[in-house]
């Protein structure tokens, strides 16, 4: 399970370095910003900040309970991020290494652009790039060896995978060029710039994930 705890603490920091809030409100705004944790349950979520709380990173206080709201009337758990969780943070954001390539990874990574220098977003989609061109050769050597051994629908399935990588491929050109021209046009001295392109052919992402991208 460590796995998944390597995605889901950044996450839960990055989300608590905006602003403070109770798990109800996390797990909304963590099912919200990423996909692949739409179906996080409170049996995940809370042993995750149970630890980070452990480590010094995030702090819990309980606040008042709403008197008009229905339901519960128990005071309610606030989580904050600690300077050590902020420091603690920064390094990971700072990281640029093959693991933020990856599925998962890449996904909380990009989810939290808007924090990270200009320097290691050029180099997390540079990777992730080359992982889905990687990807690509992959796929379309298996069609090529296995094509007349397979049937129509497994054929639609592997093309279908194809399609979805060159698309993220594309993807990746528009906010990479993007990323060189904002370096290219921003003066010495000056902060990051939030993250918006818009590709070739249409798409186009935001830091928050606003849009859906499609995966392969």
Same mark, same amino acid.
């Given at each position: 399970?460590?796995?998944?705890?390597?995605?889901?603490?950044?996450? /839960?920091?990055?989300?608590?370095?905006?602003?403070?809030?109770?798990?109800?409100?996390?797990?909304?705004?963590?099912?919200?910003?990423?996909?692949?944790?739409?179906?996080?349950?409170?049996?995940?979520?809370?042993?995750?900040?149970?630890?980070?709380?452990?480590?010094?990173?995030?702090?819990?206080?309980?606040?008042?309970?709403?008197?008009?709201?229905?339901?519960?009337?128990?005071?309610? /758990?606030?989580?904050?991020?600690?300077?050590?969780?902020?420091?603690?943070?920064?390094?990971?954001?700072?990281?640029?290494?093959?693991?933020?390539?990856?599925?998962?990874?890449?996904?909380?990574?990009?989810?939290?652009?808007?924090?990270?220098?200009?320097?290691?977003?050029?180099? /997390?989609?540079?990777?992730?790039?080359?992982?889905?061109?990687?990807?690509?050769?992959?796929?379309?050597?298996? /069609?090529?060896?296995?094509?007349?051994?397979?049937?129509?629908?497994?054929?639609?399935?592997?093309?279908?995978?194809?399609?979805?990588?060159?698309?993220?491929?594309?993807?990746?050109?528009?906010?990479?060029?993007?990323?060189?021209?904002?370096?290219?046009?921003?003066?010495?001295?000056?902060?990051?710039?939030?993250?918006?392109?818009?590709?070739?052919?249409?798409?186009?992402?935001?830091?928050?994930?606003?849009?859906?991208?499609?995966?392969?």
């Amino acid at each position: 399970m460590r796995g998944r705890s390597d995605v889901l603490e950044p996450a /839960i920091l990055g989300l608590l370095h905006e602003s403070p809030m109770h798990g109800y409100e996390l797990r909304k705004r963590l099912n919200l910003v990423l996909g692949s944790f739409r179906a996080l349950s409170y049996g995940s979520l809370y042993p995750c900040l149970k630890s980070l709380a452990e480590r010094g990173w995030i702090v819990g206080t309980e606040s008042p309970a709403d008197p008009h709201a229905v339901g519960s009337k128990r005071a309610r /758990i606030v989580y904050q991020i600690t300077a050590d969780g902020k420091e603690h943070l920064q390094s990971v954001l700072a990281s640029s290494g093959p693991a933020a390539w990856e599925d998962e990874n890449f996904d909380v990574r990009f989810a939290f652009f808007a924090q990270t220098d200009a320097e290691t977003r050029l180099r /997390i989609l540079e990777g992730r790039r080359t992982r889905l061109t990687e990807r690509l050769e992959t796929i379309r050597q298996s /069609i090529s060896r296995t094509r007349e051994r397979m049937d129509e629908y497994t054929l639609e399935l592997q093309r279908h995978g194809l399609e979805q990588a060159e698309r993220e491929v594309r993807w990746l050109d528009g906010l990479i060029d993007n990323e060189r021209g904002a370096r290219r046009a921003r003066p010495a001295g000056t902060g990051h710039r939030t993250v918006a392109a818009s590709t070739a052919d249409g798409e186009h992402a935001a830091p928050a994930r606003t849009t859906e991208k499609e995966r392969g």
